[in-house]
């Protein structure tokens, strides 16, 4: 193979010529017949971080788990782990025990089953210092109190006491963090740390790896799915597919000049928070199962690029330098530089007909002031009410016919429960509710229940909103037969509906565990679209998907809205998604619509500083662009929705209420801001005392 | 029903194969299982040898024969006879015809009438709930044994429809109350949330989404009442109600012919097999509908579909 001409990567990033600390060489692990990594090279080196990134399946988590022989009994692991030239694979369990947490120490994805419920979060950190370290109680104890402070816990005398029920997800996430850096590790394994987590947590605790990092000096190997925390963190990134590294390189070449056309496809399948990139650019396929797939590349069924020579061998990682591919066209891409569009088939979406003003247009739903509060109880025989959660308060919501509206929140915003109030057709507790014109709160039951078939909508789990035990057909017709559309005609529209979505009319008599995630989320859009609504409501669609699979729904949501004139209320929590479908955004912070406005307005010229922080929260998979952004922190997490605060909600985090002086901050106290127009005629409001700009 | 037929733009290109529907899905993989057409043709024969039998042979099941008593089977008395001289061969097909239709219509009456209860308790919730877990409660706390043996002297000259019914009425509350706990989850599950957004009406609910879902826990708890009902009768009918003499079922053969198993094995064994044959067929059918019913089950797929369940983000 001639050597590519290599454009030479920042010095910075090159890895220094030492003896690697952690070398993985040929690593297999098998489950039972199938393999799940089938020989993965890896090379770690003092202090540098590491992004391990893939789809689910791709074998990611497992080499992770194999590193620290964290596998369970049944996985056969072959190759060698070498920590500082020293085998890993084969040891007895005693000595890897004294290895873990000493050398090697992870960070679980799941903070609330990593930790001990029983056991307070001081003592499970003081136990792990006491098994490395010749500590007595109390001076284990004064160290847990400082990690708990270095990662940024309050009151950490107080928190060393706590259960780790009494924390939240990102203070979790943060103790475990302390506990993985107790010993001073040489390595530090993330799988997914943040994936569990909302933006402004998941930005905080990627700090807190940070300052870890530089604290202990240790190297860090970053698992992730997450292109843009990815790009945030790493120095250098491995991508692996169907078990194997296909493609590593320092973190900007990789993202500049990707060499595998499967990266340059998952970089071309997410959407973008800044609005550049392009239409989405969805991978044909499935990744393989375990065990599948012939004796070629493992990505040449969903290769564009695949030649004949793909489907026989399957080629070596290789190249020059620190860039590594495993594709028999790497130099040419490496030559050319394409765009993900100008390898993959961009699906032709129609455009969108002109609605015309917005004004002019009937308005799908309108909501006001929506209240929805739960009565907290105790006791068990006599329930007495000892408070409330303010779930929602203060709702607005406006969706014109065929737009789109994006409901952004992070979790315990409200979102979930703003929907089901929706859904419920019926008198919300305060506030007013108008649904295609006509009021919830007035509506008989004959009315409601026609209602309902102009009204769909699509659940996030895909596998959860499917009867498994009914056949895909009868599931996509059972709103025909809600709305008492007569049999026949039912039968011969799920066909059409079917291949509406993408799939073929023979997959009706098939049962939803025979379908993979995306297509189950098809098969969820087919049966809202089979009483052709004017309002779909799509709580989550994508959240439970791979990138690659979500490019392909979300495309064939913006095609089904320019085909059918839908109007969405799109609730997500991921804002790059909302910035790619959405017309219109809408804001929550503690049940409350704080900013509202077009998208281009909001994501551009975000008024409301918490819409500031989320946007800057958000990681762009972008190296360069990552690096030169300025990012707003939060502190700490959104506050108790038990409590009904005086004045502005979000003062507590509020980083323009810390800089306000005595004077000004009264008036965020003691008054609640309300919502107002960025300028006359502008369709962007925010409810803030203190907007930016203008 | 409000009629509004929504209008349809949508192109249907003709030829298309309509979809199947469940209920010829499941058809196809019932027939598919071998064993569901072992167990129904079994079932098949006994019901044959039930009401066929009585012609085949020249006794009659009540008459005695006081020239063989406690014969063993001969070309004569093909099952033998008892200590009365009665031909057990008569006697067991007559006893079958009873126990064939009690054990069957039992289970299907206990089992219909425990699942909408159940089901009703648990998805509707509220008043309805405490309503029927009280009635259920009620029922569980009543000895079952007494009131039908104050009832069943009243029901005489009804037949063994009422028997029947009585027996089925004893014996559905704890499975109501496990389908009830099994709804509660159900209910929870976004599909059926779904369903109700929809606007699917709550029993269609009931009956397309949470009692199919249940179904693995009714098939297995009605093929165990089919057996269960058939001895509570023999029971029944040892202290004098339900079947009486001369009138037997395979119960009360049972009951009679226990004692005299070692000595005299015909008495006994030829009714036990009778029953066990029974029993056992009614659970191939039963197996052989629960995998028809479970899509994910191996057996009783028609053809494996290359298509595998995808591993969720772990």
């Known amino acids: 193979?001639?050597?590519?001409?290599?454009?030479?990567?920042?010095?910075?990033?090159?890895?220094?010529?030492?003896?690697?600390?952690?070398?993985?060489?040929?690593?297999?692990?098998?489950?039972?017949?199938?393999?799940?990594?089938?020989?993965?090279?890896?090379?770690?080196?003092?202090?540098?971080?590491?992004?391990?990134?893939?789809?689910?399946?791709?074998?990611?988590?497992?080499?992770?788990?194999?590193?620290?022989?964290?596998?369970?009994?049944?996985?056969?692991?072959?190759?060698?782990?070498?920590?500082?030239?020293?085998?890993?694979?084969?040891?007895?369990?005693?000595?890897l025990a004294r290895i873990h947490g000493r050398k090697v120490a992870m960070?679980?994805?799941?903070?609330?089953?990593?930790?001990?419920?029983?056991?307070?979060?001081?003592?499970?950190?003081?136990?792990?210092?006491?098994?490395?370290?010749?500590?007595?109680?109390?001076?284990?104890?004064?160290?847990?109190?400082?990690?708990?402070?270095?990662?940024?816990?309050?009151?950490?005398?107080?928190?060393?006491?706590?259960?780790?029920?009494?924390?939240?997800?990102?203070?979790?996430?943060?103790?475990?963090?302390?506990?993985?850096?107790?010993?001073?590790?040489?390595?530090?394994?993330?799988?997914?740390?943040?994936?569990?987590?909302?933006?402004?947590?998941?930005?905080?605790?990627?700090?807190?790896?940070?300052?870890?990092?530089?604290?202990?000096?240790?190297?860090?190997?970053?698992?992730?799915?997450?292109l843009g925390v990815i790009a945030g963190m790493a120095d250098r990134v491995a991508v692996m597919y169907a078990g194997r590294v296909v493609e590593t390189a320092p973190v900007d070449d990789l993202f500049a000049r990707p060499r595998h056309p499967y990266t340059l496809g998952l970089i071309g399948a997410a959407p973008r928070l800044d609005g550049r990139g392009g239409p989405l650019v969805p991978i044909p396929g499935n990744p393989p199962a375990p065990g599948e797939g012939g004796p070629g590349c493992p990505f040449a069924p969903r290769c564009p690029l695949a030649e004949?020579?793909?489907?026989?061998?399957?080629?070596?990682?290789?190249?020059?330098?620190?860039?590594?591919?495993?594709?028999?066209?790497?130099?040419?891409?490496?030559?050319?530089?394409?765009?993900?569009?100008?390898?993959?088939?961009?699906?032709?979406?129609?455009?969108?007909?002109?609605?015309?003003?917005?004004?002019?247009?009937?308005?799908?739903?309108?909501?006001?002031?929506?209240?929805?509060?739960?009565?907290?109880?105790?006791?068990?025989?006599?329930?007495?009410?000892?408070?409330?959660?303010?779930?929602?308060?203060?709702?607005?919501?406006?969706?014109?016919?065929?737009?789109?509206?994006?409901?952004?929140?992070?979790?315990?915003?409200?979102?979930?429960?703003?929907?089901?109030?929706?859904?419920?057709?019926?008198?919300?507790?305060?506030?007013?509710?108008?649904?295609?014109?006509?009021?919830?709160?007035?509506?008989?039951?004959?009315?409601?229940?026609?209602?309902?078939?102009?009204?769909?909508?699509?659940?996030?789990?895909?596998?959860?909103?499917?009867?498994?035990?009914?056949?895909?057909?009868?599931?996509?017709?059972?709103?025909?037969?809600?709305?008492?559309?007569?049999?026949?005609?039912?039968?011969r529209r799920v066909p059409a509906l079917l291949r509406q979505v993408g799939l073929e009319a023979a997959h009706a008599d098939r049962y939803p565990h025979q379908f993979s995630g995306g297509q189950r989320q098809r098969i969820s859009i087919a049966r809202a679209l089979a009483v052709r609504p004017d309002l779909l409501v799509l709580d989550e669609p994508v959240s439970a998907l791979d990138v690659s699979i979500q490019a392909g729904v979300l495309n064939l949501l913006q095609r089904l809205k320019a085909e059918l004139g839908l109007a969405y209320l799109f609730v997500s929590h991921d804002l790059s998604v909302i910035r790619h479908l959405a017309d219109r955004v809408s804001v929550m912070y503690l049940g409350r619509t704080v900013e509202t406005g077009a998208v281009a307005e909001v994501f551009e010229r975000p008024r409301h500083p918490y819409t500031r922080a989320l946007l800057s929260a958000v990681p762009l998979p972008d190296p360069a662009a990552e690096r030169a952004r300025t990012k707003v922190l939060l502190a700490g997490d959104p506050p108790s929705p038990t409590v009904r605060r005086q004045g502005c909600r979000f003062r507590a985090r509020c980083p323009v209420y810390a800089a306000l002086d005595a004077g000004r901050r009264t008036r965020c106290e003691q008054e609640e801001p309300q919502a107002a127009e960025a300028a006359p005629g502008v369709d962007h409001t925010a409810a803030c005392h203190h907007p930016e700009g203008r | 029903m409000t009629t509004t037929v929504l209008t349809d733009t949508v192109p249907v290109p003709a030829g298309d194969p309509a979809p199947s529907g469940r209920l010829r899905l499941v058809l196809a993989r019932l027939t598919a299982a071998r064993g569901v057409l072992v167990g129904a043709a079994i079932v098949l024969l006994l019901f044959l040898l039930a009401f066929l039998g009585p012609y085949l042979t020249p006794w009659d099941y009540a008459t005695p024969n006081y020239t063989a008593i406690r014969q063993p089977p001969s070309a004569e008395h093909w099952f033998g006879t008892n200590g009365i001289g009665q031909d057990v061969f008569a006697q067991t097909v007559r006893?079958?015809?009873?126990?064939?239709?009690?054990?069957?219509?039992?289970?299907?009456?206990?089992?219909?009438?425990?699942?909408?209860?159940?089901?009703?308790?648990?998805?509707?919730?509220?008043?309805?709930?405490?309503?029927?877990?009280?009635?259920?409660?009620?029922m569980l706390i009543f000895p079952s044994f007494l009131i039908i043996a104050i009832v069943s002297p009243k029901l005489r000259g009804t037949g063994w429809l009422a028997f029947v019914l009585l027996l089925g009425l004893f014996n559905w509350m704890i499975t109501a109350r496990v389908v009830r706990s099994m709804t509660l989850s159900l209910k929870e599950r976004e599909f059926v949330r779904a369903a109700s957004f929809m606007g699917v009406r709550p029993f269609r609910i009931i009956l397309r989404h949470i009692l199919p879902n249940?179904?693995?826990?009714?098939?297995?708890?009605?093929?165990?009442?089919?057996?269960?009902?058939?001895?509570?009768?023999?029971?029944?009918?040892?202290?004098?109600?339900?079947?009486?003499?001369?009138?037997?079922?395979?119960?009360?053969?049972?009951?009679?012919?226990?004692?005299?198993?070692?000595?005299?094995?015909?008495?006994?064994?030829?009714?036990?097999?009778?029953?066990?044959?029974?029993?056992?067929?009614?659970?191939?059918?039963?197996?052989?509908?629960?995998?028809?019913?479970?899509?994910?089950?191996?057996?009783?797929?028609?053809?494996?579909?290359?298509?595998?369940?995808?591993?969720?983000?772990?």
Request: net charge negative.
């Open chain 1, 1 to 95: 193979m001639t050597p590519a001409p290599v454009t030479p990567a920042p010095p910075l990033t090159e890895p220094p010529f030492t003896e690697p600390l952690l070398a993985v060489r040929d690593l297999r692990v098998d489950f039972g017949p199938a393999p799940a990594v089938r020989g993965v090279d890896l090379e770690l080196h003092r202090g540098e971080t590491l992004g391990i990134v893939g789809e689910s399946g791709s074998g990611k988590s497992v080499t992770a788990l194999a590193v620290l022989g964290l596998l369970p009994g049944t996985a056969r692991i072959g190759g060698s782990v070498r920590l500082e030239g020293r085998e890993l694979v084969g040891l007895p369990g005693r000595e």
């Open chain 1, 107 to 226: 960070v679980f994805q799941d903070p609330l089953s990593a930790f001990t419920p029983v056991y307070r979060i001081g003592d499970q950190i003081a136990e792990a210092l006491r098994i490395h370290q010749p500590l007595d109680r109390a001076a284990a104890r004064g160290r847990a109190a400082e990690l708990l402070d270095l990662v940024g816990i309050p009151a950490p005398g107080r928190a060393l006491d706590s259960f780790p029920h009494e924390f939240s997800g990102g203070m979790r996430q943060r103790a475990m963090i302390a506990m993985a850096i107790a010993n001073d590790p040489d390595i530090l394994l993330a799988d997914e740390p943040t994936t569990a987590l909302d933006v402004t947590i998941q930005a905080q605790v990627l700090e807190v790896l940070r300052t870890a990092q530089r604290e202990t000096g240790a190297a860090l190997v970053l698992v992730s799915h997450d």
């Open chain 2, 95 to 138: 006893g079958l015809q009873k126990s064939l239709v009690i054990g069957l219509l039992v289970a299907l009456f206990s089992t219909v009438l425990a699942s909408l209860v159940g089901a009703c308790a648990g998805y509707f919730g509220g008043w309805t709930d405490r309503a029927l877990m009280f009635l259920v409660d009620l």
């Open chain 2, 214 to 314: 249940v179904s693995s826990f009714l098939i297995i708890d009605a093929t165990i009442t089919v057996g269960g009902a058939v001895m509570s009768e023999a029971a029944l009918s040892y202290f004098g109600f339900g079947v009486r003499a001369p009138d037997v079922s395979l119960g009360t053969l049972l009951a009679a012919g226990t004692g005299d198993a070692p000595v005299f094995p015909w008495l006994f064994y030829f009714a036990a097999a009778l029953l066990v044959l029974f029993v056992l067929a009614v659970n191939l059918i039963g197996d052989g509908l629960r995998d028809a019913l479970d899509p994910t089950a191996d057996a009783g797929r028609p053809a494996r579909t290359a298509r595998r369940p995808r591993r969720r983000n772990p």
């Open chain 1, 308 to 491: 004949g020579r793909c489907r026989t061998a399957e080629p070596p990682l290789a190249g020059a330098g620190a860039h590594l591919a495993a594709c028999v066209r790497a130099d040419e891409l490496a030559e050319r530089g394409p765009a993900p569009s100008e390898v993959y088939p961009v699906p032709e979406l129609p455009a969108p007909a002109d609605p015309g003003p917005r004004e002019g247009r009937a308005q799908v739903l309108a909501v006001t002031g929506l209240t929805k509060t739960f009565p907290q109880l105790k006791g068990a025989v006599f329930k007495r009410k000892v408070g409330e959660v303010y779930a929602v308060d203060g709702v607005d919501l406006d969706i014109r016919r065929g737009e789109t509206l994006g409901l952004v929140g992070e979790s315990g915003s409200g979102k979930s429960t703003t929907l089901y109030e929706l859904l419920r057709l019926a008198a919300p507790q305060a506030g007013r509710i108008e649904l295609l014109g006509q009021d919830t709160a007035r509506l008989d039951p004959a009315a409601a229940h026609r209602l309902r078939g102009r009204l769909q909508i699509v659940f996030q789990d895909p596998m959860a909103s499917l009867d498994p035990r009914m056949p895909v057909g009868d599931i996509v017709a059972e709103p025909l037969h809600a709305q008492a559309v007569p049999r026949e005609e039912a039968a």
